[in-house]
């Protein structure tokens, strides 16, 4: 009995991808060194508290990674609709009836844990495409129109009830996901082309009549920030001197002015990225850069050595979802793109993300787990 339990321990570090374990611990422990100083500077009294959060749901995030890592991942195909159905019952109840914050309804309350459902969305809507474009021809030229209705109809249902909400940011970073899967399964040339322009005529129209005053005044404030420097363009503003006056080697631990005399908004959830660029610098905010990268070249490696289309699928979906949250959430603190509530994954604080982005890794770490048929 002793000699089979070590058989299968062997068996277990024989199949576990430990490159993707090593890169998540590491932006776990930059994501806590940088949350800690967010929140226990000298007038964060009222956060401190969510530094033992987020350890609390790193805990669980790691417990779920590991579950989800040895659930045989084609389990997922035969549940992806049940858990899309699910999400999308529970995006239309907080549309109507869920908790209003900050002049949004994207929340449930269930007393311990607000549950915001668009987040958990996402990774249902990247189980629900792979399933279907999994069964999809990628030989030839691509999906043409009447292969692209099903899936577009799984991303549109979900991404007009979290417009409404409103979560634009949300809505869009559904659409990157989505868009991106489809574009990795193929797609006729004509019909991406057409989709293109499009979008560009379709532009004046929706700012006209789909953006809300809110959303437009951060369009506004990106192009030009310092029309309103206490106003909205405060949080633009406040993240560029931010990630600029970090210069090279950084200010130091709990040393960075913004974050730790409360000009930096959000400095634990939106703006981590801008903590971690005054307080460590530019060698900081590229090292943790570089983790990214080498998340993705691992996620790719994964995806390309996968069993079958689904695994390969699934592991490319997790990985549009982490690159357009690190791409916008960068972008954004930086000045290169509008300020919009996108959390940096891994890095900011939150139960939603966290959790959703650990369960996301452990189905990659499932298909890489499953690469061998013995």
């Not at 060194?33 to 987020?54: C, D, E, K, R």
């Not at 991303?155 to 007009?160: D, I, K, M, Q, S």
């Not at 574009?183 to 560009?200: E, N, R």
């Not at 200010?251 to 913004?258: A, I, R, V, Y």
Request: proline share 3%; glycine share 10%.
């Amino acid at each position: 009995m002793f000699n089979s339990l070590q058989v299968e321990e062997r068996t277990f570090f024989k199949k576990i991808d430990i490159n993707l374990i090593v890169v998540i611990l590491a932006l776990n422990i930059i994501g806590l060194i940088n949350l800690y100083s967010a929140t226990h500077g000298p007038t964060s009294a009222a956060v401190s508290g969510l530094f033992i959060s987020q350890i609390v749901w790193l805990f669980v995030g790691w417990s779920i990674f590991m579950i989800f890592t040895l659930i045989d991942y084609s389990i997922i195909s035969r549940l992806a609709i049940f858990v899309y159905l699910l999400n999308l019952g529970a995006i239309v109840f907080t549309t109507f009836y869920g908790k209003v914050a900050l002049g949004a309804q994207r929340w449930i309350d269930l007393g311990f844990f607000r549950y915001q459902p668009s987040e958990t969305m996402k990774l249902a809507l990247i189980m629900m495409m792979a399933k279907i474009l999994s069964n999809r021809n990628t030989h030839g030229p691509g999906m043409g129109l009447k292969e692209m209705i099903v899936p577009l109809l799984i991303l549109g249902v979900p991404f007009v009830f979290v417009v409404e909400q409103p979560d634009l940011g949300t809505a869009m970073m559904l659409a990157a996901i989505g868009g991106t899967m489809l574009l990795f399964a193929k797609v006729k040339k004509w019909i991406l082309a057409t989709a293109i322009i499009a979008g560009i005529i379709a532009l004046p129209a929706a700012w006209k009549f789909v953006l809300h005053d809110y959303q437009k005044n951060r369009v506004l404030t990106f192009l030009s920030p310092a029309n309103d420097p206490r106003g909205t363009g405060y949080n633009s503003i406040q993240s560029k001197i931010a990630v600029g006056s970090g210069r090279f080697f950084g200010k130091g631990f709990m040393k960075g002015t913004q974050s730790q005399l409360e000009f930096l908004p959000e400095r634990h959830t939106d703006f981590i990225y801008s903590v971690l660029s005054e307080e460590h610098g530019f060698v900081g905010s590229i090292a943790a850069m570089g983790l990214f990268c080498f998340l993705f070249i691992t996620g790719i490696r994964i995806a390309s050595n996968a069993r079958d289309k689904f695994g390969a699928l699934l592991t490319v979906g997790i990985l549009c979802y982490i690159f357009w949250h690190m791409f916008i959430n960068m972008g954004m603190v930086i000045g290169l793109l509008p300020i919009v509530g996108v959390p940096l994954p891994l890095l900011s604080y939150g139960g939603s993300s966290m959790l959703t982005t650990m369960a996301g890794l452990g189905l990659a770490s499932s298909v890489a787990y499953r690469r061998y048929l013995f």
